[in-house]
């Protein structure tokens, strides 16, 4: 299987704030990763899939690159409802594993 | 717009078999794409458990052996049964289209999930 980690594990920001997060996968899955953002108690929903295409509907504020095995998910200028937990995904190979998810709270 | 809802008991004794459908409206499934279920225990990260399409299904190697996902295409539904339950498989479980944009996939929509506690 292709493992996925994520960095960090919790990150405490301000609205405002810029801010990065980190997939790294266990060997080259090309392009084939998705973001997602889950609030507690809700389904998740894809932010970015394709490593850097925006998901129809989500806010621009959100920004993705990356290939081969190291990948990022951006912020741009942190909002009240982006607090959450963020899980990258790769689909290049089944089973289609999630990272541990970065959990953003508010400072 | 295409929905997804999840149904089946929300506990299931030890060592029972869970069942669980996907509904899903605003789409036929025998016109493509796969389906897949994941599943969240509680506190924890996300899990991939399997997914079906026209021609079978491909599982998650370490539930495999007791799992076995499925399609009626005349109900437009889809289904999860996983076998000899422990407490372990306690989780909210969540169906998803398994979209595709020319090659690129991604888990969307997904349906609000159904939790599920294995209890003796």
């Known amino acids: 299987d292709i493992q996925l980690t994520q960095s960090p594990s919790f990150l405490s920001a301000s609205v405002g704030d810029r801010v990065n997060f980190t997939c790294r996968a266990s060997?080259?899955?090309?392009?084939?990763l998705a973001w997602y953002q889950q609030k507690p108690g809700k389904a998740p929903k894809v932010l970015i899939y394709?490593?850097?295409i925006l998901q129809s509907g989500a806010p621009s504020r959100f920004s993705g690159s990356g290939s081969g095995t190291e990948f990022t998910l951006a912020i741009s200028s942190l909002q009240p409802e982006d607090f959450a937990t963020y899980y990258c995904?790769?689909?290049?190979?089944?089973?289609?594993?999630f990272g541990p998810g970065t959990r953003v709270d508010i400072k | 717009q295409v929905q997804l809802q999840e149904s089946g008991p929300g506990l299931v004794k030890t060592s029972e078999t869970l069942s669980l459908t996907c509904s899903v409206s605003g789409y036929s499934i025998s016109s493509g794409y796969s389906w897949a279920w994941i599943r969240q225990p509680p506190g924890k990260g996300l899990e991939y458990v399997g997914s079906?399409?026209?021609?079978?299904?491909t599982y998650n190697p370490s539930l495999k052996s007791r799992v076995t996902i499925s399609m009626d295409t005349s109900k437009n539904q889809f289904s999860l049964e996983v076998n000899s339950v422990t407490a372990a498989d306690t989780a909210v479980y969540y169906c998803?289209?398994?979209?595709?944009?020319?090659?690129?996939?991604?888990?969307?929509?997904w349906g609000q999930g159904i939790w599920v506690t294995v209890s003796s």
């Open positions: 995904q790769q689909l290049n190979r089944s089973p289609f594993t």
């Open positions: 060997q080259d899955i090309s392009n084939f």
């Open positions: 394709g490593a850097s």
């Open positions: 998803a289209r398994i979209s595709t944009t020319g090659d690129r996939r991604r888990f969307d929509p």
């Open positions: 079906v399409y026209h021609s079978g299904a």
